[in-house]
């Protein structure tokens, strides 16, 4: 790995020291969590899936109160409320959106008029070159690996074929979740990484107990992708709701028979800590997280193994 001039664009364009993102989770990405990560060098993203125009403001407005650094916000463009969303950032003046759950070109110019930058999640190729095509100043490049809502390749197969498709930085996302995962991203290609289920189980994430506890007792083969029949694949823990939902889907039952077992998951699992009935959105990197532990801690082992993993200046 050599380390030319321009290794450090992505940070020096966020105004942040590490190049580490929280992903936008959806009621998970609050205004403790994201704080605590841009406060610890790396770029806070709130989740703004489901949130009403006024919270996603009340929402910016919280880090604000916490942190100096700079933040982003994801947008799910699927959101009912993806218009007044994309106001809100442009009027609130940060400097970074992702954008999950579709494309984001019809939003593009606006964003960028405002001054934001601009970084898409996708999960293949052809799009990552869309993507750089319409002017997005990055693209997350996301592997299968990952919670949520997933594609098909993995983040090993997709990060460099990426990296070799588009000349705009590389974030890779899905499977990463200590310093070795962020060295093995840079050697791939990649210029930073974005994390999920590991900084869902940190102290700082507003997240249940019983949730954080699921994640850090699941091993590597825990997880279960559901929706793909109906177009809409989501990895989560495998629990009593998503055996019903994937044992409809092999059963070819219609899929307004099922499809509403997932409405709501997110939310039982996030506040209620409901293992049943909620959807425990986790990567596989699961079974590599051991315990709870603070933002700056988990960002602190990552730079400083990175860091010795890798040539001197690539950090
Ligand atoms: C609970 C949960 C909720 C998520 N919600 C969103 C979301 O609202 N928008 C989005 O673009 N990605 C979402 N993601 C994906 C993450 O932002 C991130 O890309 C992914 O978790 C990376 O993979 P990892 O879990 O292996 O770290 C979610 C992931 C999890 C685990």
């Known amino acids: 790995m050599t380390v030319d001039a321009d290794a450090h664009r992505l940070t020096r364009m966020l105004g942040i020291r590490y190049p580490i993102f929280l992903g936008g989770m959806a009621h998970v990405s609050r205004s403790p969590l994201v704080a605590a990560v841009s406060a610890a060098g790396g770029l806070g993203v709130i989740g703004s899936g489901g949130m009403p125009p006024e919270g996603l403001e009340a929402e910016i407005n919280a880090v604000r109160r916490l942190t100096d650094r700079p933040f982003g916000v994801n947008l799910m463009l699927l959101d009912p409320n993806i218009e007044a969303q994309v106001e809100v950032v442009c009027e609130a003046g940060i400097p970074a959106v992702t954008t999950g759950a579709g494309n984001p070109a019809p939003y593009m110019n606006?964003?960028?008029?405002?001054?934001?930058k601009v970084f898409?999640?996708?999960?293949?190729?052809?799009?990552?070159?869309?993507?750089?095509?319409?002017?997005?100043?990055?693209?997350?490049?996301?592997g299968t690996e990952s919670g949520g809502h997933v594609g098909e390749v993995t983040t090993l197969v997709l990060v460099p074929q990426v990296c070799d498709a588009v000349d705009i930085p590389v974030i890779a996302a899905g499977g990463i979740a200590d310093g070795r995962g962020l060295a093995a991203a840079l050697v791939l290609g990649a210029e930073g990484v974005q994390m999920g289920t590991r900084f869902l189980t940190s102290v700082e994430a507003p997240v249940h107990e019983n949730f954080k506890r699921a994640v850090i007792k699941a091993n590597e083969r825990g997880t279960i992708v559901t929706g793909r029949t109906i177009g809409a694949p989501v990895r989560a823990l495998e629990n009593k709701m998503t055996k019903e939902f994937a044992g409809c889907e092999a059963a070819g039952r219609p899929r307004e028979e099922f499809e509403t077992l997932a409405v709501g998951g997110l939310r039982r699992a996030v506040y209620d800590g409901d293992l049943e009935t909620?959807?425990?959105?986790?990567?596989?990197?699961?079974?590599?997280?051991?315990?709870?532990?603070p933002v700056g801690e988990i960002i602190r082992e990552m730079v400083e193994t990175a860091s010795r993993l890798l040539p001197e200046g690539a950090l």
């Open 120 to 142: 898409p999640v996708v999960p293949a190729v052809a799009l990552a070159r869309r993507m750089a095509r319409a002017g997005a100043d990055g693209v997350i490049a996301e």
């Open 278 to 293: 909620g959807s425990l959105m986790c990567g596989q990197i699961a079974g590599m997280i051991g315990e709870v532990v």
């Open 110 to 116: 606006r964003l960028k008029r405002a001054g934001i």
